[in-house]
């Protein structure tokens, strides 16, 4: 059975720091990229940050480049995703979503057609 597990969402002050993991099971991790995506209240869905595992190449939106960190643990099948410096404006569901045979940016274009999508986690920055 496929899984994509995503938790370490949570409220956080203006200017604080949350690490997401998106832990994968059931499939073969070094041939997907996987992704975080977050979705505001009344606003669409945007991708804000991928990576490739398969050769690590990795994609930041620019309202989050310089703040957020993506990362990839091989031996634990979990990406992370380590944001710094959070802003009110992050507040929103994050998900995390896999694609196999992709490169981290061809799966932003592809959004939202991916192989498999996790629940979300709220995250929540005070002001």
């Known amino acids: 059975e496929v899984q994509l597990q995503a938790s370490g969402g949570g409220l956080v002050q203006a200017g604080g720091s949350l690490r997401l993991s998106c832990a994968a099971s059931?499939?073969?991790?070094?041939?997907?990229?996987v992704g975080w995506f977050r979705q505001a209240p009344g606003k669409e869905r945007e991708a804000v940050s991928v990576?490739?595992?398969?050769?690590?190449?990795?994609y930041y939106a620019d309202s989050v480049k310089g703040r957020f960190t993506i990362s990839s643990d091989h031996a634990k099948n979990t990406v992370y995703l380590q944001m710094n410096s959070l802003k009110p404006e992050d507040t929103a569901v994050y998900y995390c979503?896999?694609?196999?045979?992709?490169?981290?940016?061809?799966?932003?274009?592809?959004?939202?057609?991916?192989?498999?999508w996790g629940q979300g986690t709220q995250v929540t920055v005070s002001s």
């Open positions: 059931g499939f073969t991790f070094d041939d997907y990229a």
């Open positions: 979503a896999a694609h196999a045979f992709t490169t981290a940016r061809a799966m932003v274009l592809i959004s939202p057609d991916y192989d498999y």
């Open positions: 990576i490739s595992n398969g050769d690590g190449e990795t």
